[in-house]
């Protein structure tokens, strides 16, 4: 820690979703990371599921696991990726979660008869979950971003927890209001007005921003900079530009130019000179850019029609193919699609297949062809968590000859499960946050495929799964050509599989997109790059 006190920045959002705030964040937090401080984000998230863990990725997107086993925000990856930092359970917070607390304290008594209320006790309880993030972990800064939009009923405690904080805090808090510039193409104008209500309403809150990210289409002349200044109390300094960028890695460097580091650092009283050091984001950007060949990779899933349900995913292929001056063009197809007969002509000039993970049977059919069409015709392979468990129901299937061996997530009458309950899992009644959750290390068989791409000999990955590979088939598999190449040796559990006569077949029971960053693209997409690169010349 540089700083003398942890400074608090509150990232609030006006006018409507959407809006990017948490690539606003991110972006901020990177350059003042840049600029030698030390710097977290966190997110609170106004509903009232504890985690959104129980969510279905079509109402949240992906469900985002941290290091110690937290399932949270999709946000929380974009701050792992732009930082290459860790986040914790510390770094989502949800109203769900604040009320749990405060209801578990007043059945312990530890209200000593008081009624308990949204204020001070709701109030108390977040800005405790905001604090508790800055004490002892040596942050300089704590960036806190609040989902949803200013003005909804279910975030006003959020809202006023972050006025009571600035009250508390004064010169050590400062309010950032994203916002939008609409533009309307019939009389071909910049519109201010919905960003003069959502400031209204904020100060109608008691809070007055003192810097304005304004999303847009269109650059914002020096009049209508003038013009937001004054209509809403800030210096025209602080009215921050957030243009349409085609890359969200493009936001750090625009959000450089505006100078919304510099105007964050003269608010806060924190002494700077020089530039931040970008240069490895730099380089990163200009491989992005600027990329030398290109690839064709199937993602196999039964969300594609909301791509933020594989956004780490997404975004490791992105880091790993900037790593080779690469451009990955990604083909998001539907499993159930791979159902139908036909299914071959959509995965037929791909250099690269992943399976993804998942829960249920819908689709899972075509999960398994997608296996198979990789496994013949040796197209490059990964297959991550339950499809990693695809990978072994086709084998067990097409290579063992278990006719209808299956997991029993989806049969549970199947005859062969060679994917079964762990033994932990059985006798669980509750849904939310049982998982196996979280960091586990396995043992790397020397000489394996999974030994190049690491070469390490332990590796530690993040879990999210009920299932497990039955040890009961384990030498069927073996004596067919199964590797079996990263084992649990505390549990047996097989975390890992490839193929002998095969250029790359990758099967994981673990996340590996959790833990790729901008300056750490992960060794496995990396190796999948690199593979489907060979398969394409
Ligand atoms: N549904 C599978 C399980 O629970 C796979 C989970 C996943 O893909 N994250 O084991």
């Not at 019939?186 to 309403?201: A, D, F, N, R």
């Not at 992005?288 to 780490?312: F, N, R, W």
């Not at 699609?337 to 399976?355: A, D, P, R």
């Amino acid at each position: 820690m540089k700083l003398s006190s942890t400074k608090y920045i509150f990232v609030t959002g006006g006018v409507t979703s959407s809006l990017g705030k948490g690539i606003v964040s991110a972006s901020l937090a990177k350059l003042l990371q840049s600029r030698g401080l030390s710097v977290t984000i966190q997110k609170l998230d106004p509903y009232i599921n504890v985690d959104p863990g129980t969510l279905n990725p079509y109402e949240h997107g992906e469900c985002y696991v941290t290091d110690d086993g937290a399932e949270t925000d999709l946000d929380l990856g974009h701050y792992e990726r732009f930082l290459n930092i860790q986040t914790s359970q510390n770094n989502n917070v949800t109203t769900g979660k604040i009320y749990q607390s405060v209801i578990n304290k007043e059945r312990n008594g530890d209200y000593l008869g008081k009624t308990v209320q949204v204020i001070p006790h709701i109030t108390n309880e977040i800005k405790e979950h905001i604090l508790k993030l800055g004490k002892g972990k040596d942050y300089d800064v704590v960036i806190t971003e609040i989902g949803g939009t200013v003005g909804d009923i279910e975030s006003l405690p959020f809202i006023e927890s972050i006025r009571q904080l600035k009250w508390d805090l004064n010169q050590d808090v400062l309010f950032i209001h994203l916002t939008l510039i609409p533009y309307l193409s019939t009389s071909g104008e910049l519109k201010t007005k919905p960003t003069q209500h959502s400031v209204k309403t904020l100060l109608e809150y008691g809070i007055q921003p003192d810097i304005l990210v304004c999303r847009t289409e269109y650059h914002l002349d020096n009049n209508l900079r003038k013009k937001i200044a004054l209509f809403c109390n800030v210096e025209q300094e602080c009215v921050i530009e957030s243009i349409d960028a085609k890359s969200i890695y493009e936001v750090p460097l625009l959000m450089f130019k505006e100078k919304l580091d510099a105007v964050v650092c003269s608010k806060l009283k924190i002494e700077i000179n020089g530039k931040p050091d970008l240069n490895k984001w730099k380089k990163f950007l200009s491989h992005l850019q600027d990329p030398k060949q290109t690839i064709e990779i199937a993602l196999i899933g039964k969300y594609v029609e909301l791509k933020d349900s594989y956004i780490s995913i997404a975004e490791s292929l992105i880091h790993a193919g900037a790593k080779n001056k690469t451009k990955v063009n990604l083909h998001w197809i539907h499993s159930s699609k791979l159902e139908e007969e036909e299914y071959s002509s959509l995965l037929k000039n791909v250099n690269g297949i992943i399976v993804a993970p998942g829960f249920g049977s819908r689709g899972i059919e075509g999960k398994v062809n997608a296996v198979n069409y990789a496994r013949i015709n040796k197209i490059p392979f990964l297959g991550i968590c339950l499809g990693m468990q695809c990978a072994v129901v086709e084998f067990a299937r097409n290579v063992l000859k278990m006719k209808n061996a299956n997991s029993i997530e989806i049969n549970p009458e199947t005859k062969f499960p060679v994917i079964s309950m762990m033994e932990e899992q059985k006798k669980l009644k509750k849904m939310g946050g049982t998982m196996r959750l979280g960091s586990y290390s396995c043992d790397v068989k020397k000489g394996s495929l999974l030994h190049k791409i690491y070469l390490k000999d332990t590796i530690s990955e993040r879990h999210r799964h009920r299932f497990e590979f039955n040890n009961q088939y384990l030498n069927d598999f073996e004596s067919n050509g199964m590797i079996f190449s990263g084992i649990n040796r505390k549990n047996q559990l097989m975390e890992t599989i490839e193929i002998s006569d095969h250029p790359w077949f990758v099967g994981v029971q673990f996340h590996p997109e959790y833990k790729s960053t901008v300056e750490n693209p992960h060794p496995i997409f990396l190796g999948l790059i690199e593979a489907g690169l060979e398969h394409s010349s």
